[in-house]
């Protein structure tokens, strides 16, 4: 649509959605403070996470971790552990990582400006927006799916969401109905866009702007938003060997390329007198973001020592229990597979 409209024609939608927000905005515990460290971490748990999946999570990991201080000096596999149900590791290697940037290079104290919130570990623009509108007054608007949604069906605008410049374009669209208050109309987005102004069966009847939505009168709030292009999938084999004797199995920590990043998974290949326990295999089916994962597990069974000790020597793995792994982050279907694996 043309943005050649002064601003303020506009200026009471943003002001209808503070209203509607002070009267029912989700009794949430992080939006009882204003503390960034807080706002940030809640930021990065629910990105991937709905509140009612990642609410425990986030009140576990705050509650192990309360500040910037004691995040920065844990260990990094104690973070991966309390991570640990959220998936989507490298999350939490990189909330680790800023923590200790803000301890090496803020003396400490998070970041009070968008800019520089930016340069933490894995914050993108929508979360620096998220933290410096509701921590410290900042004036953006924190674009994410919401607001494309949002946007798109109030001003029936068939700007294409898969358009690299779909940010830029819906945050000046924003700017149109955004009061002084942003911090407060960024919550009011978020949860219009969760609550009522859902992908599929909005609540239209519900929501205090449909009388400005223009995808609403015209009914066709289906139509939007527009997004054309697919992020194709790739389909991904994998074999993993489970390796164990006595109760005991082997593993090891994978490195930080690739999926799964510092999570820890069974051995990949077993030498040829290991194959002689093999005593069965099972074919896990697990989706990623854009992966169709394909895994195919051998239960190896050794009942020689001497073989069982020679293979872990020569391949450095580490050897665990099922009590024991419970102390370990794995991806979630070999954290399945082990928990039904000694039941026989």
């Not at 949430?28 to 807080?38: A, E, G, S, V």
């Not at 700017?175 to 949860?191: E, I, K, R, S």
Request: net charge neutral.
């Amino acid at each position: 649509m043309e943005k050649n409209n002064a601003a303020s024609d506009f200026l009471h939608i943003g002001n209808r959605l503070l209203e509607w927000y002070r009267n029912n905005a989700r009794d949430l515990p992080f939006r009882q403070t204003k503390d960034p460290y807080k706002i940030w971490i809640c930021e990065i748990v629910f990105q991937q996470t709905r509140i009612n999946q990642g609410l425990n999570h986030y009140n576990n990991f705050i509650k192990r971790f309360p500040d910037v201080k004691t995040l920065a000096e844990a260990e990094e596999n104690e973070v991966l552990l309390y991570w640990k149900g959220l998936g989507y590791y490298s999350r939490a290697i990189n909330i680790h990582k800023a923590a200790q940037q803000i301890m090496n290079d803020y003396h400490g104290v998070f970041p009070n400006q968008y800019d520089e919130i930016l340069k933490l570990k894995g914050i993108g623009k929508y979360t620096a927006a998220a933290i410096s509108s509701i921590c410290f007054g900042g004036k953006i608007p924190a674009v994410d799916g919401n607001f494309y949604r949002v946007l798109s069906r109030l001003f029936a605008d068939d700007f294409d969401i898969s358009n690299s410049r779909a940010f830029t374009y819906f945050s000046e669209l924003a700017t149109l109905v955004m009061p002084d208050n942003v911090g407060d109309f960024n919550q009011a987005m978020m949860d219009i866009g969760s609550e009522i102004c859902k992908p599929k069966n909005p609540l239209c009847g519900e929501c205090p702007i449909n009388e400005d939505c223009l995808a609403f009168s015209l009914q066709k709030i289906a139509n939007y938003p527009v997004k054309t292009k697919k992020v194709k999938t790739e389909d991904l084999a994998l074999t993993y060997y489970f390796v164990h004797r006595n109760g005991e199995f082997l593993i090891r920590q994978r490195k930080d390329d690739f999926i799964w990043k510092k999570l820890f998974e069974f051995p990949i290949s077993v030498s040829s007198e290991m194959e002689t326990f093999i005593t069965g295999s099972k074919t896990v089916n697990h989706k990623l973001t854009h992966k169709n994962l394909s895994i195919e597990i051998f239960k190896v069974e050794v009942t020689s020592e001497e073989i069982w000790n020679r293979f872990v020597a020569e391949n450095q793995y580490q050897i665990t229990d099922v009590e024991g792994s419970h102390e370990k982050s794995f991806p979630k279907p070999l954290e399945n597979y082990i928990q039904n694996s000694l039941k026989d």
